[in-house]
């Protein structure tokens, strides 16, 4: 699922959740998660499956991407996905969840052929996380990007997969979008991870004199 999405739900936690005092992170990157009478199976207090469920997926550490596309009117559009792994290795292939709700799921839905970009962040590139995690009408005003023919090519990424839909599997809230890759660029940079709902976990050892993340 996407960041947003899973924002949105965290949000309806934290109000039935107030009056027990629980605290509980609404911002990626900001508050705490502290999980207190919930078990990850959703038995804990007044958690239903959907609870439960958000809860274990928070615990799941994961790279973040951002998925771009051009829109009907020829503008930039992307979102920021935790939901995104490789498919399969002949055809080289994506796979990556889309909330219905998002432009960006829309332009990709109209069909298979549709050209997208998958672009793995860096640490350093919190910020730009933010943006794309936002709901802005115009995402890419204040990032460095170019046009790779219809797609929108974030600059200083790690990893960016140019990608033409192959299959679409519509379910729930989501729609899975599996995109062959065309085109691929690697280079090194350690990459920005999300756990807990926040971004600012490092996979190296803590710096000295810093206590560990979390």
């Given at each position: 699922?996407?960041?947003?999405?899973?924002?949105?739900?965290?949000?309806?936690?934290?109000?039935?959740?107030?009056?027990?005092?629980?605290?509980?992170?609404?911002?990626?990157?900001?508050?705490?998660?502290?999980?207190?009478?919930?078990?990850?199976?959703?038995?804990?207090?007044?958690?239903?499956?959907a609870?439960?469920?958000?809860?274990?997926?928070?615990?799941?550490?994961?790279?973040?991407?951002?998925?771009?596309?051009?829109?009907?009117?020829?503008?930039?559009?992307?979102?920021?996905?935790?939901?995104?792994?490789?498919?399969?290795?002949?055809?080289?292939?994506?796979?990556?969840?889309?909330?219905?709700?998002?432009?960006?799921?829309?332009e990709?839905?109209?069909?298979?052929?549709?050209?997208?970009?998958?672009?793995?962040?860096?640490?350093?590139?919190?910020?730009?996380?933010?943006?794309?995690?936002?709901?802005?009408?115009?995402?890419?005003?204040?990032?460095?990007?170019?046009?790779?023919?219809?797609?929108?090519?974030?600059?200083?990424?790690?990893?960016?997969?140019?990608?033409?839909?192959?299959?679409?599997?519509?379910?729930?809230?989501?729609?899975?979008?599996?995109?062959?890759?065309?085109?691929c660029?690697?280079?090194?940079?350690?990459?920005?991870?999300?756990?807990?709902?926040?971004?600012?976990?490092?996979?190296?050892?803590?710096?000295?004199?810093?206590?560990?993340?979390?």
């Open positions: 699922m996407d960041l947003r999405q899973q924002e949105k739900r965290q949000g309806r936690e934290h109000e039935q959740d107030r009056g027990q005092g629980q605290d509980r992170d609404q911002g990626q990157g900001q508050g705490r998660d502290q999980g207190q009478g919930r078990d990850l199976g959703g038995r804990g207090r007044g958690a239903g499956p609870d439960g469920f958000t809860e274990a997926m928070s615990r799941l550490v994961s790279g973040v991407a951002v998925v771009s596309a051009r829109r009907d009117d020829g503008r930039p559009c992307g979102l920021l996905v935790s939901s995104l792994c490789s498919y399969s290795a002949s055809p080289p292939s994506i796979l990556v969840a889309l909330a219905r709700s998002s432009r960006t799921c829309r990709l839905a109209a069909g298979p052929g549709a050209h997208f970009g998958v672009h793995l962040l860096a640490r350093t590139h919190s910020a730009l996380a933010q943006t794309f995690a936002g709901s802005s009408e115009d995402k890419f005003a204040d990032v460095l990007w170019e046009w790779d023919g219809p797609v929108p090519r974030l600059a200083g990424v790690p990893v960016y997969a140019k990608c033409r839909t192959g299959v679409l599997l519509p379910h729930g809230d989501h729609v899975i979008v599996v995109g062959e890759v065309v085109d660029a690697v280079a090194e940079a350690e990459p920005l991870v999300y756990f807990r709902r926040r971004l600012d976990w490092s996979l190296g050892p803590p710096a000295r004199g810093r206590p560990p993340a979390g």
